[in-house]
């Protein structure tokens, strides 16, 4: 699995995008392509703080802040652990600046990050929020706000990847092949 792996040693994938992007799918597509593989959902790893969750843009900001900096520390020690035992991580999470980015670059080095920015269009997020479970929905109007500052942020960094016209499953063999070549960032 070349693709995801440099020198046999496994790297860290991380995949975000706009919600509806179709990071959850992609991201265990990948994961079940892989021979030693862990998935680290951003959303599953909330789902762990049972009383006082606030979300990402929910109020008080300054606790949803630092509720989304000790999920994004989670998710990079746990990538750490994996990766350390010969696992690859896969990370699926939002990441909307290039702040968030580096906060990530800095907590899983030295470690080889690929980066993959899944990106099927503003329209197509939508239409996949709308035809999700309803308890998976998620209800969300700043698609074009987030999409120019992720363009703004870090539009050159890693792979963005237009999936719009292909299947999950094409998706993932692509990243599977062709991630370690595209999404280095480090």
Same mark, same amino acid.
């Given at each position: 699995?070349?693709?995801?792996?440099?020198?046999?040693?496994?790297?860290? *994938?991380?995949?975000?995008?706009?919600?509806?992007?179709?990071?959850?799918?992609? &991201?265990?597509?990948?994961?079940?392509?892989?021979?030693?593989?862990?998935?680290? =959902?951003? =959303?599953?790893?909330?789902?762990?703080?049972?009383?006082?969750?606030?979300?990402?843009?929910?109020?008080?900001?300054?606790?949803?802040?630092?509720?989304?900096?000790? *999920?994004?520390?989670? *998710?990079?020690?746990?990538?750490?652990?994996?990766?350390?035992?010969?696992?690859?991580?896969?990370?699926?999470?939002?990441?909307?600046?290039?702040?968030?980015?580096?906060?990530?670059?800095?907590?899983?080095?030295? @470690?080889?990050?690929?980066?993959?920015?899944?990106?099927?269009?503003?329209?197509?997020?939508?239409? @996949?929020?709308?035809?999700?479970?309803?308890?998976?929905?998620?209800?969300?109007?700043?698609?074009?706000?987030?999409?120019?500052?992720?363009?703004?942020?870090?539009?050159?960094?890693?792979?963005?990847?237009?999936?719009?016209? *292909? &299947?999950?499953?094409?998706?993932?063999?692509?990243?599977?092949?062709?991630?370690?070549?595209?999404?280095?960032?480090?």
């Amino acid at each position: 699995m070349r693709g995801v792996t440099t020198a046999g040693a496994p790297n860290c *994938l991380i995949v975000t995008g706009m919600p509806g992007a179709g990071k959850s799918t992609v &991201t265990r597509l990948v994961a079940e392509r892989l021979p030693r593989s862990a998935l680290l =959902d951003g =959303d599953e790893l909330n789902r762990m703080i049972v009383s006082g969750f606030v979300w990402a843009l929910g109020e008080p900001a300054d606790e949803a802040a630092q509720q989304v900096e000790l *999920l994004h520390r989670n *998710l990079c020690a746990l990538a750490n652990n994996f990766a350390d035992a010969g696992f690859t991580p896969l990370i699926d999470a939002v990441i909307p600046s290039r702040e968030k980015l580096d906060f990530f670059l800095d907590l899983l080095a030295p @470690r080889h990050v690929l980066f993959v920015v899944l990106t099927p269009g503003i329209e197509v997020c939508q239409h @996949r929020n709308t035809i999700r479970d309803p308890r998976e929905r998620f209800d969300f109007d700043g698609y074009e706000v987030l999409d120019a500052d992720m363009k703004r942020e870090f539009g050159d960094v890693g792979w963005w990847f237009d999936t719009a016209g *292909l &299947t999950p499953d094409q998706t993932a063999d692509c990243i599977v092949r062709e991630a370690s070549r595209r999404a280095l960032v480090n």
